[in-house]
């Protein structure tokens, strides 16, 4: 299966600044996830990451506040701006287990990054 | 709409077996995952069920039925390291976005 590599590992930010997390695939992949998670409770997705094309957003985020870029199969960048206090979690991407190409088997994700905002 | 069920906690014994259900309502059906997640990690990939009936790997196996909308993992021989969040996610259709629940926390006590 991938094996993502997500940076940074964790971060604490002032309120108003911008923090961008990178994660690399080892493989070539059709699509990247990226999802919240706020403490205690479970995956929130915030869009699906394509290459070539616009991110797709979930209900209640917007591009202004989290662009993403995909330039590339194998990496793809979240930036979390004007951070407020709200936005502090854990930010993960996840990416089909699968090789391009292949039957599909499953999700990965990346090691997350804790932001912390003051 | 599309929802997902699961029990917000859980208490079992070291040594013994423990069952946590998850009920599914999606709009189509293309799998049901199960990961596990401990404080301050990633979700690690325990199972996925495509098929229905009971699917084993080692101590833990994943058991589903479409018809019903249900899965359950099971858990033997439970050690304090399985300690931890179990997530259930169904894949509704082929663009590969899963529907999480929200997790079953997982308290092993000796």
């Known amino acids: 299966s991938a094996v993502i590599s997500q940076k940074p590992s964790r971060d604490i930010c002032q309120r108003g600044t911008s923090l961008t997390i990178q994660c690399q695939v080892d493989?070539?992949?059709?699509?990247m996830f990226w999802y919240r998670q706020q403490p205690g409770q479970s995956l929130t997705l915030i869009a699906t990451a394509n290459q070539g094309s616009e991110a797709t957003y979930e209900s209640g985020f917007v591009i202004d506040k989290f662009p993403i870029s995909r330039p590339n199969l194998t990496f793809s960048t979240l930036t979390v701006s004007n951070m407020s206090p709200e936005d502090s979690s854990i930010y993960l991407c996840?990416?089909?287990?699968?090789?391009?190409?292949?039957?599909?088997?499953?999700?990965?994700f990346g090691s997350g990054t804790r932001l912390t905002v003051v | 709409g599309q929802n997902i069920d699961q029990p917000t906690e859980m208490t079992a014994t070291e040594g013994a077996i423990v069952q946590i259900n998850c009920t599914y309502q999606t709009s189509g059906f293309n799998g049901l995952f199960w990961y596990q997640q401990h404080a301050g990690e990633a979700p690690t990939f325990l199972s996925y069920?495509?098929l229905d009936g009971l699917e084993e790997k080692g101590r833990f196996s994943s058991f589903l039925s479409r018809s019903k909308g249900y899965s359950y993992l099971l858990l033997k021989e439970l050690q304090m390291k399985d300690s931890a969040s179990y997530l259930c996610?169904?894949?509704?259709?082929?663009?590969?976005?899963?529907?999480w629940g929200a997790g079953t926390k997982l308290i092993i006590k000796p």
């Open positions: 996840s990416v089909s287990s699968t090789p391009l190409g292949s039957p599909f088997y499953g999700y990965t």
């Open positions: 069920n495509v």
């Open positions: 996610a169904a894949l509704p259709d082929s663009n590969y976005q899963l529907i």
């Open positions: 493989s070539q992949v059709t699509m």
